[in-house]
Nanobody, 127 residues
Framework: QVQLVESGGGLVQAGGSLRLSCAAS????????MGWFRQAPGKEREFVAA????????YYSDSVKGRLTISRDNANNGVYLQMSSLKPEDTAVYYCAGRNGIFRRSYMNRVSSYDYWGQGTQVTVSS
């Protein structure tokens, strides 16, 4: 079993930056593909970014490409989402997710591809 705990959310003005963190425990973190998703009120959970087990491959949704950067630190069991040039439409609860298995872009953007989820952290971007 894996436990994921997100932190770093908050209120920020449009154009600002935030760094989200996700701490993992309970299983060898380096064996997991990791991802970030988000869910705005009244909307379905949507894919944001994913990173391979060793960190060499990343994948982003078109809506965040160039503004958000996913990274990981296997020595400290953490995955991060650096967010810059934030927009009001980035407002959502952000979830960290872990996947057993390989990194493959064709299904990294699917909620069903992930086995473990955190509780989420709220990000609010004001205009």
């Amino acid at each position: 079993q894996v436990q994921l705990v997100e932190s770093g959310g908050g209120l920020v003005q449009a154009g600002g930056s935030l760094r989200l963190s996700c701490a993992a425990s309970g299983r060898t973190f380096s064996t997991l593909v990791m991802g970030w998703f988000r869910q705005a009120p009244g909307k379905e959970r949507e894919f944001v970014a994913a990173i391979s087990r060793e960190g060499g491959n990343t994948y982003y949704s078109d809506s965040v490409k160039g503004r958000l950067t996913i990274s990981r630190d296997n020595a400290n069991n953490g995955v991060y989402l650096q967010m810059s040039s934030l927009k009001p439409e980035d407002t959502a609860v952000y979830y960290c997710a872990g996947r057993n298995g390989i990194f493959r872009r064709s299904y990294m953007n699917r909620v069903s591809s992930y086995d473990y989820w955190g509780q989420g952290t709220q990000v609010t971007v004001s205009s």
